[in-house]
């Protein structure tokens, strides 16, 4: 038999019997090409960083303070962005955030360092907007015992979007130009911006207008660090995006500067990592939810990414290992958002999430660790040695992970 809910007619106003399983369907379709949209926002850039660098006159590495830039634009509306689900609602909050990427591509697309600036802001703010929305709506139709792989599932959409952006721009910018195939990209995000307002009548009919935005900064802010593991999931949130995202943005350009490969073949490894991490993300759900522990799979996929990124200089010794580096990390690397996710939905009190104040820390360690990376690049002088130093964040977070099972499993408490 299929799960119902009740909820009202937007046309008339009256109660109506909704089956949960077509919404829940539906609802993870759009939310996952959503996700596929931003991400490949995000990552654009950092598939073309030779053709970018030499329009530009920089270095391709110096790419990485454009990923800090889109990721510090979005701290301030992570923190808002609880507050504009509860007073728009899931549904134009989710829209407001695919138009950011769509107007992101644009100014990208002007090729001036301003444009790409302004460019990064903007797809920094649809970024923050857009898991809030969407874990909105899903927490509500996600069956608990199926929650870490619905949300994984989701989260696949951040691997998928980085393989679409890996084997799809570097071509369309050999054969149109970057500018250009930039400009066919932003047609994805606005397609399904448009697609999301026949949805806004059934997401948005919980929504307030007189909920409080900037006013509840704080109140959410307390939440999380009076919440024990919501705690834990915002401090490995922002272990795990910096080591992810660093992975992500400086794996081609490692390739191609430090083991002379072909800028074709290094984005086809990326791209095959990125297709791993689809993979991954929903096997770890699939875990999670048998371990009946998303903290002991966050502990497993941390180890795993410090010792992915501890081998990435086999690469110029035994290509085949550091391949093999490259699928693992694809697989454990990009694989805990989905469980991070579900596991701030089971632990946020009362209604709704907290998604929104624990990814603040996300973005700061996105923010962060690009820019890190970058600088002690210039330090060591190699990408394989700057990776072996942020294998200390996965182990890190792994530690935490596994200190937070044991907590749980012994006391009972989130």
């Known amino acids: 038999m299929k799960d119902t809910s009740l909820t009202s007619d937007p046309a008339t106003g009256h109660p109506m019997t909704l089956t949960r399983e077509p919404q829940l369907g539906s609802a993870l379709t759009l939310t996952t090409l959503s996700q596929i949209a931003a991400t490949s926002s995000v990552l654009a850039l950092t598939t073309i960083p030779t053709m970018v660098a030499v329009a530009l006159g920089i270095a ?3 790419l990485g303070y454009q990923v800090s830039l889109i990721y510090a634009s979005g701290v301030f509306f992570s923190m808002l962005a609880s507050g504009l689900v509860k007073r728009w609602g899931p549904g134009q909050v989710g829209q407001l955030a695919l138009i950011g990427a769509g107007f992101g591509f644009l100014a990208m697309a002007t090729g001036t360092l301003a444009g790409i600036a302004l460019g990064s802001v903007m797809i920094g703010i649809g970024y923050a907007l857009n898991n809030p929305s969407s874990s909105h709506v899903l927490s509500r139709l996600a069956p608990p015992k199926r929650r870490n792989l619905i949300f994984s599932i989701k989260q696949a959409g951040v691997p998928l979007g980085g393989m679409l952006a890996a084997l799809a721009l570097p071509p369309l910018s050999k054969v149109i130009g970057w500018q250009w195939a930039l400009l066919l990209f932003a047609c994805f995000p ?3 911006a448009a697609i999301y307002q026949g949805f806004r009548p059934i997401w948005d009919t919980e929504k307030n207008p007189k909920a409080p935005v900037a006013r509840g900064i704080w109140a959410g802010q307390k939440q999380v660090w009076n919440t024990p593991s919501l705690g834990v999931l915002a401090i490995i949130g922002f272990l795990y995006s910096g080591v992810q995202l660093s992975i992500s943005a400086f794996v081609v350009a ?9 800028p074709l073949t290094a984005a086809l490894i990326a791209a095959l990592m990125q297709g791993f991490g689809a993979v991954g993300r929903v096997f770890w759900g699939l875990v999670a939810d048998w371990l009946g522990s998303g903290f002991l799979v966050l502990a497993i996929i941390g180890t795993l990414t410090g010792l992915c990124s501890l081998s990435f200089g086999a690469f110029g010794f035994a290509p085949a290992l550091g391949i093999a580096a490259t699928i693992v990390a694809g697989l454990a690397g990009s694989g805990w958002n989905g469980v991070m996710l579900a596991e701030t939905a089971a632990a946020s009190p009362g209604t709704g999430t907290l998604t929104g104040e624990v990814l603040t820390y996300t973005f700061v360690g996105v923010m962060v660790g ?6 002690l690049y210039g330090l060591a002088g190699d990408f394989s040695t700057t990776f072996s130093l942020f294998s200390i964040l996965g182990f890190a977070g792994a530690a935490l992970s596994f200190a937070r099972f044991l907590i749980v499993k012994t006391r009972g408490k989130a």
């Open 190 to 192: 606005l397609g399904l």
């Open 370 to 375: 690009p820019a890190m990376f970058s600088a």
């Open 254 to 262: 490692m390739l191609i500067e430090q083991f002379n490969w072909n």
């Open 60 to 62: 391709p590495h110096l």
